[in-house]
């Protein structure tokens, strides 16, 4: 019997290794014909049959591993909980959005001469009117709402506000910088809370292994951080984390670039952090050493994996399991697997995991687990 302490998260309701793929837009139009015009995200009741489309598809193919649960049931889904699809913050703050058949909607750079923000101003936006619009005829037609919307982060929605010159106001003046990043904060703050209020939810569609939390995990994607000194993290955006980290619990980070473990440090720093999306290429170990009691989301890179076999992929997932080196505190994903990745691929992703769930139940991994009090409070 193994007697080794590890930490159980009491937040999270499923067993050990939640696992769970997101698919490109590409995988669902080329096998689903599902297009991604603006009617997929807007019209009230295309956004219903979509979403039960998907499930049931979901069903049809990989129905064993626990996907597509919701194939007999229309549900008013708000947000498309089964795409990566980060634009509508943006939208609200002046961006272009341009739809496309079988990808993502692109969100065109605003190029803005200065990085002024209005949070009063966002929420009068087209885009906001239209979103309310989408809501009430959902809640008119059935009751109620469900899911959310992918919200990105604060320097994501800089970047697509000002682009590249961002990064010189940060330098040139650094106050006016940070000011407006509070005001990108504020206007997420107030997205979420009140999506959340509506539906119970605010980052599913950030990643869908939040779901697997008793209280809903909020998830603020750090994406572009990857192009940014660890420095400048704590000096302009590690405040509104720390702020947010002690508002908002469960409190995530997602990181998906190849460089989480740049901010391990930085990230044991702030009062909580509960729940931390990885990319790939992401020093696992690293990252556990300072962050013993975090749920670690482990990201398969979806570029590389359409080239490898399904043994190649179990080998990955175990090697990334281990060096999380807690099954309780361990999730795996993949998002944006493309038309080209195989069922068979899909698949290896799920029985690598039921396998390691089989191993460590063997062992009696639950005989050494416990939590600290100072934790839980």
Not at 138 to 158: E, F
Not at 325 to 330: D, G, K, R, S, Y
Not at 336 to 347: E, F, G, K, R, W
Request: proline letters at 5%; charged letters at 25%.
């Amino acid at each position: 019997m193994n007697a080794t302490p590890y930490y159980r998260n009491p937040d999270l309701q499923a067993g050990m290794l939640p696992v769970d793929v997101v698919l490109h837009p590409s995988w669902w139009h080329a096998h689903a014909g599902i297009t991604f015009d603006e009617d997929f995200f807007y019209h009230p009741a295309k956004r219903v049959e979509s979403e039960r489309r998907m499930e049931q598809v979901l069903h049809e193919r990989f129905g064993r591993h626990g996907l597509g649960a919701d194939h007999d049931r229309t549900l008013p889904v708000i947000g498309a909980v089964h795409n990566a699809a980060g634009f509508m913050l943006s939208e609200m703050l002046g961006c272009e959005i341009r739809y496309k058949a079988g990808g993502a909607p692109d969100v065109v750079p605003a190029q803005r001469e200065t990085l002024e923000v209005d949070p009063d101003q966002a929420f009068r936006s087209p885009a906001a009117r239209r979103f309310e619009q989408l809501r009430d005829r959902l809640k008119t037609s059935h009751g109620r709402v469900l899911g959310d919307i992918n919200w990105g982060g604060v320097l994501n929605i800089a970047m697509d506000l000002r682009g590249q010159e961002v990064f010189l106001d940060m330098a040139d003046d650094a106050e006016g910088a940070r000011g407006q990043f509070r005001k990108i904060a504020e206007v997420l703050d107030r997205f979420t809370t009140a999506m959340q209020g509506e539906t119970g939810t605010s980052s599913i569609s950030v990643n869908r292994n939040v779901r697997h939390f008793r209280e809903p995990v909020f998830l603020h994607s750090e994406c572009s951080h990857t192009m940014i000194s660890v420095k400048d993290y704590e000096e302009f955006l590690m405040p509104i984390d720390v702020e947010w980290s002690r508002r908002h619990r469960p409190f995530g980070i997602h990181h998906c670039g190849r460089d989480p473990h740049r901010f391990a440090a930085s990230y044991a720093k702030l009062p909580r952090l509960d729940f931390l999306d990885l990319g790939w290429g992401g020093d696992v170990a690293l990252l556990r050493r300072h962050l013993p009691h975090t749920f670690f989301n482990l990201r398969l890179d979806p570029v590389t994996i359409v080239s490898q076999t399904p043994d190649e992929i179990r080998g990955i997932i175990r090697r990334l399991v281990r060096e999380s080196n807690n099954p309780w505190l361990t999730g795996v994903c993949c998002v944006n697997l493309d038309q080209s990745v195989t069922d068979a691929q899909i698949h290896a992703i799920f029985d690598a995991v039921a396998e390691l769930r089989t191993e460590y139940a063997a062992k009696d991994w639950q005989s050494g687990l416990h939590a600290t009090a100072d934790w839980l409070t």
